[in-house]
């Protein structure tokens, strides 16, 4: 029976910490992206989740939903300026269900021949792992024009 209360007090722990450590990568990503906010004197939009997003150029037409395909010509980087990945003008077609969180969220704000930016925190990104050539916990900026919503 001990063993029984030292196992679920040793999970309420673990979680405990876990939920905390989310919470102090939100606060500081939230912070890094406010600060480029600043610094770049965005007129940006907070949704709630960590995201925001600069629209330059609304678009026309209805706006995607996350089962959408989407023709987006993108080009992502660090809050540094360091470019880890871009399409060229053609853009890339895609399902927004097949891709990171911030999109799936943000990409909906935007209508064909939209234009604007996704500042992303890691949580709606690539979180605390990373992918190839992004670490772990990074904030990603996007500036990105849709293209083509089907």
Request: proline share 3%; aromatic share 12%; net charge positive.
């Amino acid at each position: 029976m001990k063993l029984k209360y030292l196992l679920s007090f040793f999970i309420l722990v673990t979680l405990f910490f876990s939920c905390n450590k989310e919470k102090r990568q939100a606060k500081k990503d939230n912070d890094i992206i406010e600060k480029y906010i600043s610094s770049n004197h965005l007129n940006a939009i907070a949704t709630g989740s960590g995201l925001y997003y600069v629209i330059d150029l609304q678009g026309t037409g209805t706006n995607p939903n996350a089962s959408s395909q989407v023709t987006v010509a993108y080009k992502g980087y660090f809050t540094d300026g360091s470019v880890f990945d871009q399409s060229d003008a053609a853009g890339i077609t895609f399902s927004l269900s097949g891709v990171i969180e911030g999109w799936v969220e943000g990409i909906p704000f935007f209508k064909k021949g939209g234009k604007g930016k996704l500042l992303i925190p890691s949580k709606l990104g690539y979180g605390p792992d990373g992918t190839s050539g992004i670490p772990g916990n990074s904030v990603l900026i996007f500036d990105i024009t849709l293209l083509d919503v089907r």
